[in-house]
């Protein structure tokens, strides 16, 4: 089975890379980063919704291309090699595919044309501070039509237009569709790790709320059809992590061909080849899992959980030590204001944690693993 993406692919990622190349140095995230209001750049954020990028994976019918989810990896691969400050995986990764999920026709109709065009921008919202999510820890509820709570912190909140919300309803949580400028609605920007990714603190007081498709009529499967959103965007995570872990292995190594120490290039040391073969490594690895995620959510194949876990656990790894590893290799520099490694290690912190931290996701792939494991036994036996 070949899991490298076909001549088009290749096609369609190569014009993204010398895209985002000419629009979105990493110039433009500092830019962000350094404003006093940073959260995204609103002129790069056009010009993707031009290049029709987010609508990659939604279909025809509502707006979108119709691409395909494994295009839309290759997408996500470059706009983390560039990392560019702009809502794309709020809106695509998260809100998109939890439409396409979960929402109902009317709802898909609604609201997928303006995502897909790039003109709306939409979120998930289901944390509520740290710690691991569960029923226990939901405090926002849904009663009469409305939502009543508050959600930190939710990646592009600022500047959302709409939001999927987990909620406690009449028979336990549920996802609800909420347009963000209605009633009751306030927001608060707060600071994180990463600034070219904003967020907020949403506060809803009895704001106007629908449940998202069939999820929210008091079936209470809110949590389970989180976890199964959280299972795609996942695997578009890795794929962005992949990207920009690889820009990183870029700059170690660039760095350590240029920098003398001793009247050698450092990289003619074993110390740094050993972290650069490290970085490599680890690539590679995080490389081919992101890879059978991206079969696996293309197909919707029974594997889809498992490969989702761990793309997101190789990638996540994969990504953070890159950039450790990358700030050692420049040295004194490294760690400085001036110098890019930070833009990237903030980033990796970021990405690491928006869905979940690493330890919860391998608490996930083991649990789906040793299930697999026991319906194979189950299966064997009653054969």
């Known amino acids: ?103 109902s026709e009317a709802q898909k109709l609604n609201l997928l044309p303006g995502i897909a065009s790039g003109e709306r921008i939409g979120t998930l919202a289901f944390s509520e501070g740290p710690g691991v999510l569960s029923a226990g820890r939901i405090s926002t509820r849904y009663s009469n039509g409305a939502l009543t709570g508050t959600k930190l912190p939710v990646t592009d909140g600022g500047i959302a237009h709409h939001g999927i919300v987990l909620a406690l309803g009449d028979a336990g949580p549920d996802l609800f569709l909420v347009d963000f400028s209605g009633n009751g609605v306030t927001r608060q920007a707060v600071s994180t790790i990463d600034p070219t990714r904003g967020a907020a603190s949403i506060t809803f007081q009895n704001t106007p709320a629908e449940p998202l498709g069939s999820a929210g009529k008091g079936s209470g499967s809110g949590l389970e059809q989180l976890r199964r959103i959280h299972d795609r ?94 700030i050692q290799t420049h040295g004194g520099i490294g760690f400085t204001w001036e110098a890019d490694c930070h833009l990237f290690y903030r980033r990796a912190r970021h990405l690491g944690l928006v869905i979940g931290a690493q330890r919860d996701w391998k608490r996930r792939l083991a649990d789906r693993l040793v299930r697999r494991v026991a319906q194979e036994n189950a299966q064997r036996s009653e054969a």
């Open 233 to 326: 965007t996942a695997i578009l995570l890795a794929f962005e992590q992949v990207g920009g872990a690889d820009r990183v292995l870029e700059m170690a190594r660039d760095y350590a061909l240029e920098r003398y120490a001793f009247g050698r290039q450092i990289g003619s040391y074993q110390a740094i080849k050993h972290k650069l073969a490290d970085i490599f490594v680890k690539n590679e690895v995080a490389r081919a899992n992101a890879y059978y995620g991206a079969w696996a959510l293309a197909s919707n194949a029974p594997e889809l959980p498992v490969a989702a876990a761990a793309a997101r656990v190789a990638a996540s790894e994969a990504y953070w030590f890159a950039c450790r590893e990358n």
């Open 1 to 103: 089975m070949n899991f490298d993406y076909s001549d088009e692919q290749k096609a369609l990622k190569d014009q993204a890379r010398r895209f985002l190349s000419d629009v979105s140095p990493l110039a433009v995230a500092r830019k962000v980063l350094e404003a006093p209001s940073p959260g995204f750049d609103a002129t790069l954020w056009t010009r993707i919704g031009e290049q029709g990028w987010c609508g990659a994976a939604i279909p025809e019918a509502y707006g979108g291309f119709e691409f395909g989810h494994v295009e839309l990896c290759a997408l996500a691969e470059e706009l983390g090699r560039a990392l560019a400050p702009v809502p794309f995986a709020s809106s695509v990764y998260q809100f998109s595919e939890a439409l396409l999920h979960a929402g």
